[in-house]
C-alpha cells in the first residue's frame, strides 16, 4: 500500500533517447509535483499539477513534458535527453497547493551516458 | 538574491548527545518552514512544519524553533541515536509566488555509537 510510487526505480539510457517516467499516488491528494535532486543533492521543483492542471512551470527545457491523465497521476516524458539530465527524480503528493505536506515517491534514477 | 543556507553539509555527534542543524534564509518572507528526512536512495519524509507566528514545535525527540528576525530555524534532535543518521532538508513556504516548496540542500546527519 505504497502512497507514491514511480517507475522505473533505475533507469539507464543514451543520449538522444525519449523515456518516461510514471507516477502514481493513492493518497486522494489534488496536487501532485516533479523535483529533480541533482549530484549536489540540490532538490527542486519542475512541475506542480492541481486536479490535472499545470499550476508551475518551473525554468525546464522544454524537452520535459508532464502529463497528467488524473489526478492520481503524474507521467514526466523527456525527449532527446543529454547528459545533464542525470539526476533521481522525485514525485510527490499534497492534498493542497501550498504549505501543506508533501508525501515523496521513492525517486527513479536517471543516468544519461 | 533569495538564498536558503543549512550550516554544513556534514555534522558528525556522539550518540546520546543533541544534535543542532541550522537553516538561515535571505529574501524570502517564509510563511511555514518544514523539516524532512532523507535517507540514501529514498525521497524525503516530512517530520515537522512549522508556522510563522510559532516559536517552537516538538515530537518526540525533535525540536523546531523558528526565529523570523533572525531568519533562521534550528531543528534539535536530543538523545540521538545512529538510527538518526540521515540527511535532514530545511523547506520553506513563501509567502508569494507559486512555488510551494524551496528546499535547502540539506545536512548529513552521523550519529557515531
Known amino acids: 500500500d505504497t502512497a507514491v510510487s514511480q517507475t522505473p526505480k533505475y533507469l539507464v539510457t543514451q543520449m538522444g533517447n525519449d523515456k518516461s517516467i510514471k507516477c502514481e499516488q493513492n493518497?486522494?491528494?489534488?496536487?501532485m509535483y516533479w523535483y529533480k535532486q541533482d549530484s549536489k543533492k540540490f532538490l527542486k521543483i519542475m512541475f506542480s499539477?492541481?486536479?490535472?492542471?499545470?499550476?508551475i512551470n518551473e525554468t525546464v527545457p522544454n524537452r520535459f513534458s508532464p502529463k497528467s491523465p488524473d489526478k492520481a497521476h503524474l507521467n514526466l516524458h523527456i525527449n532527446s535527453l543529454e547528459l545533464g539530465d542525470s539526476a533521481v527524480y522525485f514525485c510527490?503528493?499534497?492534498?493542497?497547493?501550498?504549505?501543506?505536506?508533501?508525501?515523496f515517491g521513492p525517486g527513479t534514477r536517471l543516468l544519461v551516458l | 538574491s533569495q538564498k536558503i543556507e543549512q550550516n554544513s553539509e556534514a555534522l558528525n555527534i556522539q550518540e546520546g548527545k543533541t544534535a543542532t542543524l541550522t537553516c538561515n534564509y535571505t529574501?524570502?518572507?517564509?510563511?511555514?518552514l518544514q523539516w524532512y528526512r532523507q535517507d540514501p536512495g529514498r525521497g524525503p519524509v516530512f517530520l515537522l512544519l512549522?508556522?510563522?507566528?510559532?516559536k517552537e514545535k516538538r515530537k518526540e525527540r525533535l525540536k523546531v524553533t523558528f526565529d523570523t528576525t533572525l531568519k533562521q530555524s534550528l531543528f534539535h534532535i536530543t538523545a540521538s541515536q545512529p538510527a538518526d543518521s540521515a540527511t535532514y532538508l530545511c523547506?520553506?513556504?513563501?509567502?508569494?509566488?507559486?512555488?510551494?516548496?524551496?528546499f535547502g540542500k540539506g545536512t548529513r546527519l552521523s550519529v557515531i555509537a
Open positions: 510527490a503528493s499534497s492534498q493542497i497547493t501550498r504549505g501543506e505536506t508533501q508525501y
Open positions: 493518497l486522494g491528494h489534488d496536487t
Open positions: 499539477y492541481n486536479n490535472k492542471e499545470l499550476i
Open positions: 529574501n524570502y518572507s517564509p510563511a511555514y
Open positions: 512549522i508556522r510563522e507566528n510559532e
Open positions: 523547506a520553506l513556504v513563501v509567502n508569494s509566488g507559486n512555488t510551494p516548496l524551496v
